[in-house]
């Protein structure tokens, strides 16, 4: 009996093949970044829009930065991070897809056969040759242009993971990337070939309930329409989770920031701020993750004795416990990016009277795990209220707040707070760190801040007793008097101060207002410890902090 001949195939034009490629680029991206995601979670590699993002943020100049954070808040951050991750998978996953479609469209222009499409697939070895070949070529270019470009110098040398670990590890995500590729541009091809043929129109029995016949599926299309859902779904709920959790690094470049405030049954702030609900700060997509086991911090520069300790000896030295408020310069008039912990930690005047600082030293610079740098003056290095502190609110740091150790001086904004310190270093210049080159102030004095909690604005009283309280902080220098106005600030009344944990804290304060009918704007504010009276003039936070007094306006019926 003769063979029948072989079904002609029909060509498929170069435009469809672009068009194809870009497809199946764009699915291969969604796909390379859940890889890149998993990569970035269990092994740190540094995620593609992360690096591009620091690579960047240093340059905005800190005012414009500061009207980002006015119009989108601290999801700004977490905003131009997915708006990254969609140019990724679309723009750059799509070019790419249609270089590939280019260069290695033969092998998928073959006659298609009746067998299953993954059969066919791991059956063509040019597949996986092409795969490696392109994936090798995408490597090599980010290990030597992209790299340097971000800061990791060539082939990922100042990485965490070191040129050998960073390397390997930018291999296999470019090679998942080009596996989707090769695998979903070649179904593609073979499924716009069938089309053409009428191949998947014809009827498939076994789809048909009555065994009549009907339009075929194929567990090819089920396959790919299975991965690609299933990739696409895993993606879009890491968005969400992304864009609406509230627990992640926030604050000045970070995402959205959470409340500080915890309150008691009275209406007012607790004394000590929840681990879970106090701010968090951070110039990171992804924070660190450090282990207390393996942590050692240096302590170098201009000292007599150089020298290491690691996290059971930074323990076993002489402790100190107090509490401390912290707030973060970019934090608004009444805004909630200000919280009070109790800490405990080794003196950092300790660690450098045992190095031995020598004559002509000016700044004392902290380093930090995630690259992030800052510096105080050396006088104000050796308070000796100053922490390096590894236990929060009676438990050890966690990471989120900088564990396995941080730096805590009363008196200065947050972002001088060093989280994930690993080294010190004493220096005879003066140093700006990451946020002083964006233009913030390199001293960052902490401003005298009062602010109402309860009532919140807007909101209609009834007449009689009525309470308003808060917070007010200044620092280390402390809060003499709270006062309060009923009349926007014609009149004032002293406040009572019903909690004034330390020097270095907040304190709590209330008025009992007999109320009666009418439209009120209630203002506060303080006086230091130094009997100086808090700024009234209205400025806003960049580039040392915000000032003027908080007003709340309410109605009482």
């Known amino acids: 009996m003769a063979t029948p001949a072989p079904t002609p195939r029909p060509d498929i034009t170069p435009r469809a093949l672009h068009s194809l490629g870009f497809r199946a680029g764009v699915i291969a991206g969604v796909g390379f970044t859940l890889v890149m995601l998993g990569l970035r979670v269990f092994l740190f590699l540094p995620s593609l829009p992360e ?11 800190g005012n414009v930065f500061e009207s980002l954070i006015q119009t989108f808040g ?15 998978v679309v723009v750059v996953g799509g070019l790419l897809g249609m270089l590939y479609a280019r ?23 040019q597949l996986w040759i092409n795969a490696l ?17 971000v800061g990791l110098g060539f082939f990922g040398s100042g990485s965490f993971q070191g040129i050998i670990g960073f390397s390997l590890l930018s291999f296999i995500l470019y090679l998942s990337y080009t596996l989707f590729l090769a695998f979903f541009f070649h179904a593609m091809v073979q499924g716009a070939l069938r089309r053409l043929l009428g191949m998947d129109a014809a009827p498939h029995p076994a789809l048909s309930p009555n065994g009549r016949g009907g339009v075929s599926i194929g567990r090819r299309q089920l396959l790919r329409g ?5 990739a696409a779904l895993g993606l879009g709920y890491w968005a969400w989770r992304y864009i609406t959790d509230g627990g992640g690094s926030d604050g000045m470049g970070g995402a959205a920031a959470q409340n500080g405030d915890q309150m008691s049954v009275a209406g007012l702030p607790a004394v000590i701020t929840p681990t879970n609900t106090f701010y968090k700060v951070s110039k990171n997509t992804f924070d660190p993750s450090p282990s207390s086991t393996d ?11 150089a020298f290491s300790i690691g996290y059971a000896d930074l323990k076993a030295m002489p402790a100190l416990e107090q509490e401390v408020t912290l707030q973060c310069i970019s934090n608004e008039v009444g805004g909630n990016l200000i919280s009070n912990g109790k800490w405990k930690g080794v003196r950092l005047a300790d660690l450098l009277k045992r190095a031995g600082v020598q004559s002509g030293a000016q700044d004392v610079v902290f380093r930090a795990s995630d690259g992030y740098s800052d510096s105080v003056t050396l006088e104000t290095a050796m308070h000796d209220y100053n922490l390096l502190a590894y236990d929060m609110n009676d438990a050890p740091l966690r990471s989120d707040h900088g564990a396995p150790a941080r730096l805590l001086i009363p008196g200065i904004f947050g972002m001088k707070n060093v989280k994930w310190l690993t080294s010190i270093e004493v220096v005879n210049r003066e140093y700006l760190g990451f946020w002083q080159s964006q233009g913030w102030d390199n001293m960052a004095t902490v401003r005298t801040a009062t602010r109402i909690t309860v009532p919140e604005s807007g909101t209609t009283l009834k007449a009689g007793g009525v309470l308003i309280g808060g917070t007010a ?6 809060i003499r008097q709270v006062q309060v106005s009923l009349d926007g600030g014609q009149t004032w009344h002293t406040a009572q101060l019903v909690a004034t944990p330390s020097q270095y804290s907040w304190v709590i304060w209330q008025y ?3 109320a009666t009918p009418g439209r009120y704007t209630i203002v506060t504010r303080s006086i230091d410890g130094f009997g100086d009276l808090q700024a009234a003039d209205s400025r806003p936070p960049y580039a040392s902090g915000a000032t003027g007094y908080h007003k709340v306006e309410v109605v009482v019926t």
Do not use: E
Request: charged share 10%; net charge neutral.
């Open 74 to 88: 601290f999801a700004a951050k977490r905003i131009l991070f997915l708006i990254m991750v969609l140019f990724q």
């Open 226 to 230: 299975g991965v690609v859902a299933l």
């Open 133 to 149: 070949v392109y994936a090798a070529a995408i490597w090599l270019v980010m290990m030597v242009v992209f790299a340097p470009l």
């Open 512 to 514: 009992i207002w007999q």
């Open 51 to 61: 690096l591009v993002q620091n690579a960047i943020l240093p340059l905005v100049p």
């Open 103 to 125: 260069l290695f469209a033969a092998p998928s222009l073959v006659t298609p056969q009746q067998d299953d499409y993954p059969a066919q697939m791991f059956g063509k070895g």
């Open 473 to 478: 902080a200044a620092g280390d220098r402390g």
């Open 295 to 305: 942590w050692v911090l240096s302590v170098s520069g201009l000292v007599d004795h």
